[in-house]
């Protein structure tokens, strides 16, 4: 074979070769889907810090950072919030890329280690995740064991059904139906599970509350559960209601609570109406106590106006017409009758003497 044949079969077999090799990657290794949390250090004493980062969580998001004993990746918190040192946890939001970098203070959880940095959203979907931590000095159990036989995991999302009703608006307890399925993974049947509801408001620990359900899970089985869940009087804001079994939590649902204005209008009212019957009352003993005065009663009262005369004088009885004003008799002075004053003070022979004037009687 010559020369020009041998170099084409190489680089044909060199191609083959080459192809049959992975080829790398052109950039880093892309990170397990899901959120992650890594430690500046694994080992930290009480009163230390580690620098907590993460990434693949929500843009954007509020997350809680706590210690928490009792737990490891695999398993989870056992023992819930409980399990943590709340008092020292951190809150952090993520960045647009959905990561984050915090310090946050190494402290004792209430319970023995194993120990890890628990890492939760506060609000939106649940999403969690936890990296080991070995607090130096704390003291350290083994894990309770699993229980054999049956598992009860959740299938599909839990949900809050039910509204508020017009009580509700006047500070009565607000009610919700927590509604979820579940499914038996172990090998044996599960008979009456008791489930632990909790209700927590902000980032305060949960209350839990012992529910029974009655009925038979068997393997491999699944079941629809509807338990009650119910707060104070006159709660109102953000809740979150928890499901625990077994000592694990296996969901968490958020529920927002209006606030119960009906009783802010109930003292609006009493604040008005109260004061303005008190002031009536008030009056109406202050005008009955009061003193009257001797003869006039109360300042003000019991003058009367003078009576009029049924008939003024110059009118007739009702309903007659009214007598003509007699005149007054004209002063007639000692004047010669044929003088001009004689002439206008003196009456004419002609004329009718008047009714009302008085006639001289001389001497005879």
Not at 190 to 205: C, E, M, R
Not at 265 to 286: D, H, T
Request: charged share 15%.
């Amino acid at each position: 074979m010559s020369g020009k044949v041998r170099i084409p079969v190489l680089v044909a077999a060199l191609v083959a070769v080459l192809a049959l090799l992975p080829l790398p990657l052109a950039g880093p290794a892309t990170a397990a889907d899901g959120p992650t949390v890594k430690l500046s250090r694994s080992q930290a004493g009480t009163g230390g810090s580690v620098t907590v980062s993460g990434s693949g969580w929500r843009p954007h998001t509020l997350l809680m950072m706590l210690v928490c004993g009792q737990a490891t990746p695999s398993r989870g918190v056992i023992g819930g919030t409980n399990s943590c040192a709340n008092g020292d946890g951190r809150a952090v939001t993520t960045d647009a890329r959905g990561g984050f970098s915090k310090k946050l203070p190494v402290a004792e959880p209430p319970v023995p280690c194993p120990c890890v940095v628990h890492v939760a959203t506060v609000t939106g979907a649940r999403a969690d995740a936890d990296a080991v931590l070995q607090v130096a000095g704390h003291a350290v159990e083994p894990l309770p064991a699993e229980a054999s036989g049956g598992r009860l995991s959740v299938l599909t999302d839990t949900r809050l059904e039910g509204a508020s009703g017009l009580l509700t608006w006047f500070g009565a307890p607000p009610s919700r139906t927590l509604v979820f399925t579940v499914g038996n993974a172990g090998s044996s049947a599960i008979k009456n599970p008791v489930f632990q509801v909790g209700t927590s408001h902000g980032v305060f620990a949960p209350q839990w509350d012992d529910q029974q359900w009655r009925g038979t899970l068997g393997p491999g089985k699944k079941a629809r559960i509807r338990l009650p869940v119910e707060l104070a009087a006159g709660a109102h804001g953000d809740y979150t209601v928890s499901l625990k079994y077994g000592g694990k939590v296996l969901a968490e649902q958020p529920w927002g609570v209006g606030r119960p204005w009906g009783v802010t209008l109930f003292w609006i009212l009493v604040c008005l109406v109260v004061p303005a019957a008190v002031f009536r009352a008030g009056m109406a003993v202050v005008e009955r106590v009061r003193p009257r005065r001797a003869g006039g009663g109360a300042r003000g009262r019991g003058r009367r106006l003078p009576r009029l005369p049924r008939r003024l004088p110059g009118f007739g009885a009702p309903g007659s017409e009214p007598t003509p004003t007699s005149t007054l008799p004209w002063f007639t002075p000692d004047s010669d009758p044929g003088t001009a004053a004689g002439r206008l003070s003196a009456p004419h022979d002609d004329s009718p003497t008047s009714p009302t004037t008085p006639t001289t009687k001389g001497p005879t």
